[in-house]
C-alpha cells in the first residue's frame, strides 16, 4: 500500500534557525513525491514535486530532497511567513501524511 | 493565475439535511478530486473523477455521498444525509489531463457545520 509517514508533528524554530522536515514513504512504483503547503483555513499550495533519488528542487528558502525511502524538506533561515503545515504524498491522487505543522518565531 | 473556485465558503445545516457543495475547476482541467479535513485533522482524500465517472474513492466516501459534474463547468459534492461528524472543511481540486501534469490546484475550501 503506498503510504507517508511524516515527521516531527510540529516543529517550532526561532527566525533563521535552519532545520528538515521529514517524509518516509513506501510505494509500489514511485511516480513522484509531491511536497505542499498549507495555510491554516486554507487549501493546499502546490510546492514541489520529486521524481528519482537524488534528485532536488530549490524554491526561496525551501530544498526538498529524495531518496529511495523518504524525503527531506530543508528550511534554511526560515522566517514567521514560512510558519505553515508542509505536506507529502506519493501518489496523484494526493493522499498526504499527516502534516508537519512548522511556527518560526520571530 | 487560474484558480478553483467553491461555494459556499461557509454553510450551517441541520442533522439529517442534505447539502451541496460547488466547485468550479480550472477550465482545461479534466481530473477533479473532493478532500475533507476535520478541524485539526489531516487532510483526507475522498475521491476523484474522471470523464465523468468516479476514478477511485476512500472508505469515507460512502453511500451518503455523491459527485457530479451536472454542466461543463460545475463539479458538486453531495451529502445525503448530514451527520455531526461530516463537519469539516471541503477541499475541491483540480489536474489538467496531459501527460506529466502532476500539480493539483486546490480551491478555498467550504466550510461544512452541522448542528
Known amino acids: 500500500e503506498d503510504q507517508v509517514t511524516q515527521s516531527p508533528e510540529a516543529l517550532r524554530l526561532q527566525e533563521g534557525e535552519s532545520s528538515s522536515l521529514n517524509c518516509s514513504y513506501t510505494?509500489?512504483?514511485?511516480?513522484?513525491l509531491f511536497w505542499y503547503r498549507q495555510d491554516p483555513g486554507k487549501g493546499p499550495e502546490f510546492l514541489f514535486t520529486l521524481y528519482s533519488a537524488g534528485e532536488e528542487k530549490e524554491k526561496e528558502r525551501l530544498k526538498a530532497t529524495l531518496t529511495k525511502k523518504e524525503s527531506f524538506l530543508h528550511i534554511t533561515a526560515p522566517k514567521p511567513e514560512d510558519s505553515a503545515t508542509y505536506l507529502c504524498?506519493?501518489?496523484?491522487?494526493?493522499?498526504f501524511g499527516a502534516g508537519t505543522r512548522l511556527t518560526v518565531k520571530p | 493565475e487560474p484558480e478553483v473556485t467553491q461555494t459556499p465558503s461557509h454553510q450551517v445545516t441541520q442533522m439529517g439535511q442534505e447539502v451541496i457543495l460547488r466547485c468550479v475547476p480550472i477550465s482545461n482541467h479534466l481530473y477533479f478530486y473532493w478532500y475533507r479535513q476535520i478541524l485539526g485533522q489531516k487532510v483526507e482524500f475522498l475521491v476523484s473523477f474522471y470523464n465523468n465517472e468516479i476514478s477511485e474513492k476512500s472508505e469515507i466516501f460512502d453511500d451518503q455521498f455523491s459527485v457530479e459534474r451536472p454542466d461543463g463547468s460545475n463539479f458538486t459534492l453531495k451529502i445525503r444525509s448530514t451527520k455531526l461528524e461530516d463537519s469539516a472543511m471541503y477541499f475541491c481540486?483540480?489536474?489538467?489531463?496531459?501527460?506529466?501534469?502532476?500539480?493539483?490546484?486546490f480551491g478555498a475550501g467550504s466550510r461544512l457545520t452541522v448542528l
Open positions: 481540486a483540480s489536474r489538467e489531463d496531459v501527460a506529466g501534469a502532476n500539480v493539483l490546484t
Open positions: 504524498a506519493v501518489r496523484l491522487d494526493m493522499r
Open positions: 510505494v509500489s512504483g514511485l511516480r513522484g
